[in-house]
């Protein structure tokens, strides 16, 4: 847990250039624990960028890995909302309710970073080629002994007809009417989602809203060791040019800004894709949960003593509130984490009348980690221009307001041109182990 680091009056407070950002503002209390230390990768990259005794090349190689962690989870957030939504597949059977197998490639509207695939993924039955009446003209000419007549018993599994770049696109088309036929039962919504949804009772209800709250705890606490990581940088480097030090900035404020939107939309797209009961809920949440504790287990697992002295010199100075107050960092990482539930929460009980076929469930989803990440930054621009120092005019908190907000949008473009270059290098690339 967190209370707030507060500077002695005896002693010197930071410079006027910390407070400037929004760190400084919310972090004139701050932190929690024994000291400012998080024991965290980052907070280790922070360690090692404001010390004076470590080698410039060292400095750089720890920036870079501190960005790469949050930059390789954003990656790996964006991929489960891709496949989620459009999982691979080798045959029809493969598919949930409601979509069939293809492998024709044709653009789906999204808000996320998308990639050309080469392997079939499934779609929703509402764009399936065939019609009944093109079915009965072609189909029975591509079926042998009359097996046309008896479809609806054939098994539309890999073994009588495997998806692939070889399938005659004729045939291709004639199983997917065969198996959406069989599948797709509503008009106008996405069956999957349908039919999930009607799997929920109130028991089920109860386990969502006890585990969700759970689930934004590690959010809220990433959120918080982000912000006392970036005070702790500001604090020994304010008012210098450090590169290393604003790489790991970047890093930061994609933990801080970024990941929780998208930790988000990865969580509803399991609790979509995913057959509605207790065990498959609570599989889904620890899931996610363990993704979002990255940073602290590659900290447990790497980190040797001398390090963690290192972290523990870096943090030394920055004193520790023993007062009963909160304070402003504590609420507001709660309000992202509880934010981030209230969406959950939102978008699981609305997403079935939001979409009307299961194409547009990663669009849906993607809007909606977007606008997460839109209203973080903007709600941190407002509090900048809202909250008055003594010593500063409107016009000077609206500048370091937009500093703030160029610097978020600065770290957002990074982890979106991250995720698209690692797609374009590994998309044509085939894993070992086909």
């Known amino acids: 847990y967190s209370p707030l680091i507060e500077h002695d009056d005896d002693e010197a407070h930071p410079p006027e250039a910390v407070e400037r950002g929004f760190m400084g503002r919310i972090l004139s209390k701050r932190f ?16 090692v960028t404001v010390s004076p005794d470590v080698h410039i090349i060292r400095k750089f190689a720890n920036s870079l890995a501190a960005l790469f962690f949050p930059c390789i989870l954003y990656f790996a957030l964006v991929l489960v909302i891709r496949e989620s939504s ?39 039955c509402s764009f399936a080629p065939s019609n009944s009446t093109e079915a009965e003209e072609v189909c029975p000419a591509l079926f ?20 692939d ?5 004729k045939l291709l088309n004639c199983v997917s009417f065969m198996h959406c036929s069989q599948t797709k039962k509503f008009v106008g919504k996405c069956d999957f989602i349908n039919l999930n949804q009607k799997k929920v009772d109130m028991r089920t209800c109860v386990i969502f809203i006890f585990l969700v709250l759970l689930w934004a705890l590690p959010i809220s606490r990433d959120v918080e060791e982000a912000f006392t990581e970036e005070w702790v940088l500001d604090h020994h480097l304010a008012g210098s040019l ?3 030090a604003e790489i790991v900035r970047v890093a930061l404020r994609i933990r801080r ?3 929780p939107a998208f930790v988000t939309s990865a969580t509803l797209v399991l609790m979509f894709t995913n057959d509605t009961s207790a065990k498959n809920i609570i599989l889904n949440f620890l899931a996610i949960t363990s993704i979002t504790e990255m940073d602290n287990v590659l900290a447990a697992l790497f980190l040797r003593p001398h390090h963690r002295e290192m972290m523990e010199e870096a943090a030394r100075d920055v004193k520790i509130d023993t007062g009963d107050s909160v304070g402003t960092v504590f609420l507001w990482s709660r309000v992202q984490g509880l934010l981030c539930a209230l969406v959950f929460l939102v978008g699981l009980t609305m997403m079935n009348s939001w979409i009307d076929n299961c194409d547009r469930l990663q669009e849906a989803l993607g809007y909606l980690a977007v ?16 909250v008055k120092k003594s010593t500063e005019t409107t016009r000077k908190r609206i500048f370091y307001a937009l500093i703030e ?4 949008l600065y770290a957002i473009m990074l982890a979106w041109a991250f995720n698209f270059l690692l797609n374009s290098l590994l998309i044509g690339v085939r894993a070992p182990i086909s």
């Open 86 to 124: 459009f999982p691979k597949c080798n045959s029809m059977t493969d598919c949930a309710s409601g979509t069939y197998c293809t492998n024709i490639k044709f653009d789906v509207p999204t808000s996320l970073p998308t990639y050309a695939t080469s392997l079939p993924t499934c779609r929703d």
């Open 242 to 244: 450090n590169i290393p």
């Open 165 to 169: 770049a070889n399938i005659s696109s």
């Open 371 to 386: 606008t997460l990440t839109v209203l973080f930054v903007v709600g941190q621009a407002i509090y900048m221009v809202c």
């Open 144 to 163: 042998p002994s009359n097996k046309w007549k008896d479809w609806e018993i054939v098994d539309l599994d890999h073994n009588e007809f495997l998806v």
């Open 405 to 408: 907000v160029c610097r978020n």
């Open 257 to 259: 800004c970024i990941l």
């Open 32 to 47: 929690s624990g024994t000291n400012a230390n998080t024991e965290t990768m980052h907070m280790y990259a922070v360690a």
